[in-house]
Each structure stands twice: as structure tokens, then as C-alpha cells.
């Protein structure tokens, strides 16, 4: 496909025609450089292609699974809806499956959905089951177990509802998929509707000069004439074009690894400069992924306790042993840390000495582990004096690491607006013509969702809302491309940040897919822009250099649109008025000369805009003529 199109349509047959008039010298030198533009884009567009493969890596495994009324170790690969499979603590769930029976599971599927908290399998409707993951009760099964999930403890048997391309990872690795292939940037493609008007009228201009000059002019070799015309093709063609673009995109894209960043694809540092949407993914991106307990900020609901006594309790009530559950670990990072403050020292102590400290003082008697049923861990312990030290709290609720309330805190962090919607104002629309499926995991039939176009009204309506909200919580994988594709219908060039399989369809998307430090290997292929230190400081320096780059590029397209309408105008005067002709080996060396002599424009001293920039074709050829 690197040879098609209207630049390389052109060069073919100015190719073709030197070839008739056996001009191998010429007919060398055009295929050299068809040869080597095509190449360098090829071998760009292979690096993209493991995305496919990336996905696939988690399925070459075995699992229990019953067969002929015994268990025994079958490939995941042969896995069909209806099995038995045994799961166990360490597992990673092979397709998505329905829990059937065995232990209350704790559930990592951080990597899917993007909360950094377990879940509980199966679920209460009520949430009372579930750690904080942040989910849509009403809309996922209580028993949903995803493929690529992690199974961190307990064992259960579970029945496989759909296996491959069916299941959430799965659509992820679709959508990857629908979207690969070549990549072209923005400005590339606006270069080349410039370069359509050039060769349109570089036809016209032929067609006139054949008129002319075989017509009214019989007399006229017809060599000579068709020579002629083959110059104006190649005059017309910004043949070394594609190479000065990438030197210039390669020069950014080092600029860009020196800032902890590597580039994936080219066409992004054309891409970002015009960027004027950027959507973020919570969990991962603009937080670390990781909880802490704000005591700063903390407020107690009743007056009878104080902000002190409050982190007491919860210490007290924390497994000192515990060092991977994330509400602990952030309890005794604050309490070490309030104790500090405390203490005058200054410095934040170790969290486990603190906790240490506290047991001395408040000896546990026993300790009651977190339990679905009262969502609370609780300690038994002795007073180190006879005073009523705290009253005992009766409840506490913990709200769930993906609410509206905690998104619009968070964007009020961060200082980004706060409208946050839920993301079942997105669904409301989709829900009606079945198209949820899988994402979702409600019950559907092997059939899949009914065939029901959304009314134009609906749709519109939808992206209203996208357009005019500042985020959505609760979003699955399927509704974060659909956020993406509803912005770029909007006329928007997006970018999206993400680092989880449950990103990759936007990432994907979206004109910049950025996946940030720490990102699975399926948000990375998918990504156009992989962050590899922590933060988001090298997406800011990305825009000043994609910018500066834009800038860059239009000075040397407004140079060579006007050296080619400059040599076409000339070779037109010359054959029709001078009746003259030039040799296609030296419109070739004059071109090529040019356009050498100004791949220095990549180092060029440019300041960045303070807006997206934008190309338009017209002024650009106005300005050029």
C-alpha cells in the first residue's frame, strides 16, 4: 500500500513513461527514491504490528478443567463456554466465567478495569461484598469473573461463559486490531491534499502543452514531448518530501527519549502539535495507583471523636502484618507519619515501627480480619489505663477508588473541571439497542446483541453530553473508545492517556495514545507515546516540540510548494512560448538539490504556539504561489 496513492501514482508513471523512452538513468533514480519512500514507511508500520501478539501471550496456558466428569489440565485455547474450571490463589482467569461454587474470591483485575483495589467474587448488588473496586453493581453478574484477572485468594470452580475475541480482553485485542494498519499523520495528509491540487494542475498544464504542441504545432517529435511532460510530472511530485519529514519527525522524536519518553510511531510528533482534547485515565495517570490517607483534608463526622483519635482507631484496627493490602499500608503510612509530626522529629517513621509502638501500648487480644458481611476489620484490645479512650465506632463505610464524588475531588486536585458525570449516563442510550454485551457481562445469548440503530436524536444527544461534561466514572473499555471516537466526530484531534488492556482500545483510538510508566504490555503497542519515568511532564514536552516541529514542517512545505509551482510555471513558459524542452535527469537533480539542502529546516530555531496549531490548505498554497 506504500506504493498507492497520488504522489506515488505519479512517480509510477513518470517511471513508466522514462522506461518507454528508454531513459534508464532516469528511470533509476525515480524508482530509487519510490523504493526508499515506500521502505521507510514499511518498516515504520511493522513495528506496530505486535499489539495482536502481545494479547495473545496470556492464553498459552493450561487449566483444570472438567472433562468426561474428571479434572484434568486442558489448553486454554481449548476452552469453550459451558466448562467447569477449577481456579485457585495465583491463577490467572483463562476467559470470562460465571462463579459457580467455593471461596469468596478476592479478584485483581486491575489491569482490566484500572482500580488498584481487589475485588470480592461473588459480589453483592449492594456492594457489601466487594473491597472498593469502583464497579457498576447493576450491570455487572455477581459471580463475573474477566479473562486476564488475577485470582489473588481463595478457590472456586466457575463455569466459562466466552472464550477469545468474546471476552473483555478480547475485545481489546479487536479493537486494537480494527485500528492497525498504516498510519498516517495529520499533517502528512493535509501534504498530500496540497499535493493533489499541485499534480491536478500539473495535469491540466500537460494536457494544454500536448494540445499545443501536437496538435497546433504538428511538426513536433513526439519524444521531445512526451520527455517534456515527464518533467512536469516529476516537477509537480515533491519526490524527497516523505525523507526530509521524518528527519525532521526523528529529530524530535530523540529530543523526546531524552525527556524519558519513547516514540512509537512518527506521525505523532506531527499529530500532538494539534492536539486540543486530552483524556485521562484516573487510576495509574493522575494518581499513582496506589491509596494514602489525606489527614490534612480528614474531617470527622462525629463529634465525638478528633482527626487524632480517629487515625488512632484506624491503626489499632490494622493488620500489622499485612504489608500488600492497600487500605493498611496507607493507615500506617499516615499514622507514621501524624506520629512524627507529633513527635517534633520531623521526619516520617517507618511505618512498621509505628505500628509497633502502638501494639505496646494498646495490646491486640484478637484480631478479627476483613469480612464481606460487616465490611470492617476489627480489633480487641487492652486499655493501657482505665479511661473511656474512644467510643466504638459502629460503622464505617468506605466509598468505593471509581465514584463521581472521588473523580470530581480528584479533577479539584489537579485543578481540571469538576462536571464529572457517571458513566450510566452514557450507557442510558446504548443499554436500549443491547449493545453493552460483553463489556458489561449482563446476560446475552451466543447470538450477541441485537442489530438496533441508535435514532440520530440519541446519538446526538450522547455527544452533547461527552462535549460538554469534564470526565465520566465508571467508564468500561468499550465506553472510553466510544468517548474518544464521539470527540474525534466532533472535529477534536484527542489524546488519550492510559495504562492498563482496558485502555488499549482507546489508546488505540485516539490521533495520540500516551501510555504512561508502569503500563501493561498491551497499552504500550497500542500507544503511540510510551512515558517510561513516573508523571506527565515529558506529554507537555511533547507539545512544545511537536509544535515547534509543525512549525518547522510549514516553513519547508510553503519552501517546496512554491520551488514546484515555480518549476512547473517555468517548464510550461518555456516548452509552449521558447519551444523548448529539459531533460527529466536535470529537473530531477534540481529537485533533489533543493530539497537536500533544506533537511537543515529540522534543526531550525522555532518557538512553540501557545494554541493547537492547524493547517489549511488553501492559505498554504496562496502563500506559496
Known sequence: MHFVGTMPFTIEA??????????????????????????????????????????????????????????????????????LISLRGGDIVPADAEWSS????????????????????????????????????????????????????????????????????????????????????????????????????????????????LGWRRHQDVNRVVQMCISLLIAAVPVAMPLVLRVTLAVGAQRMAAEAAIVTHLSVMEEIATMDVLCADKTGTLTTGAMAVMVEKATCVSSRYNVEQLLTLAAIASNEASAEDAIDVAVAQAYAHHA??????????????????????????????????????????????????????????????????????????????????????????????????????????????????????????????????????????????????????????????????????????????????GSTSAAQMAADIVLTAPGLAPIHTAIVESRRIFRRLRAYVVYRVALTVQLVSFLCIVSAVYDQTIEPFYVIVLALAHDLTIVCIAYDKQSASSAPERLEIAPLLIVSS
Not at 32 to 53: D, H, Y
Not at 347 to 376: I, M, N, Q, S
Not at 473 to 500: I, N, S, Y
Request: include cysteine.
Open 14 to 83: 513518470a517511471a513508466f513513461l522514462s522506461a518507454c523512452l528508454q531513459n534508464w538513468l532516469d528511470v533509476g533514480i525515480i524508482l530509487t527514491l519510490l523504493f526508499v519512500n515506500a521502505t521507510l514507511g514499511f518498516v515504520e508500520e511493522r513495528n506496530t504490528q505486535a499489539s495482536m501478539s502481545v494479547l495473545k501471550e496470556g492464553l498459552v496456558r493450561k487449566v483444570p478443567c472438567r472433562r468426561d466428569g474428571r479434572f484434568t489440565r486442558v489448553l486454554v485455547t481449548e476452552l469453550v463456554p459451558g466448562d
Open 102 to 213: 467455593g471461596d469468596v474470591l478476592e479478584v485483581d483485575q486491575a489491569a482490566l478495569t484500572g482500580e488498584s483495589l481487589p475485588v470480592l467474587v461473588p459480589r453483592d448488588r449492594h456492594g457489601s461484598s466487594s473491597g472498593a473496586a469502583g464497579e457498576d453493581y447493576s450491570a455487572v453478574a455477581p459471580g463475573a469473573l474477566w479473562c486476564g484477572a488475577v485470582i489473588k485468594s481463595g478457590e472456586c470452580h466457575a463455569i466459562v461463559t466466552r472464550t477469545g475475541m468474546r471476552t473483555m480482553m478480547g475485545e481489546a485485542a479487536q479493537a486494537v486490531r480494527d485500528e492497525g494498519g498504516q498510519r498516517v499523520g495529520l499533517f502528512a495528509q493535509k501534504i498530500e491534499q496540497a499535493s493533489q491540487v499541485l499534480i491536478v494542475l500539473t495535469l491540466l498544464a500537460i494536457c494544454g502543452l500536448l494540445a499545443l504542441q
Open 340 to 517: 512524627a509530626a507529633e513527635a517534633g522529629s520531623g521526619a516520617w517513621r517507618d511505618p512498621a515501627e509505628a505500628l509497633h509502638r502502638l501494639r505496646e501500648e494498646y495490646r491486640t487480644v484478637r484480631y478479627h480480619g476483613f469480612r464481606p458481611e460487616l465490611r470492617r476489620t476489627v480489633a480487641e484490645v487492652e486499655l493501657p489505663r482505665p479511661t473511656a479512650l474512644f467510643p466504638l465506632a459502629t460503622k464505617m463505610t468506605v466509598a468505593k477508588g471509581d465514584q463521581p464524588a472521588i473523580a470530581r475531588e480528584l479533577a479539584r486536585l489537579v485543578g481540571i473541571g469538576v462536571n464529572i458525570r457517571a458513566a450510566s449516563t452514557l450507557r442510558s442510550a446504548r443499554a436500549a439497542r443491547g449493545e453493552l454485551g460483553t463489556s458489561l457481562h449482563g446476560p446475552r445469548g451466543d447470538s450477541g446483541a441485537a442489530a438496533v440503530e441508535e435514532s440520530a436524536e440519541a446519538v446526538a444527544a450522547r455527544e452533547h453530553l461527552i462535549e460538554e461534561s469534564d470526565g465520566f466514572a465508571g467508564v468500561l473499555p468499550a465506553e472510553k473508545r466510544l468517548v474518544v471516537a464521539a470527540l474525534q466526530r466532533a472535529g477534536h484531534v484527542v489524546g488519550m492517556t492510559g495504562d492498563g488492556v482496558n485502555d488499549a482500545p482507546a489508546l488505540k483510538q485516539a490521533q495520540i495514545g500516551i501510555a504512561v510508566a
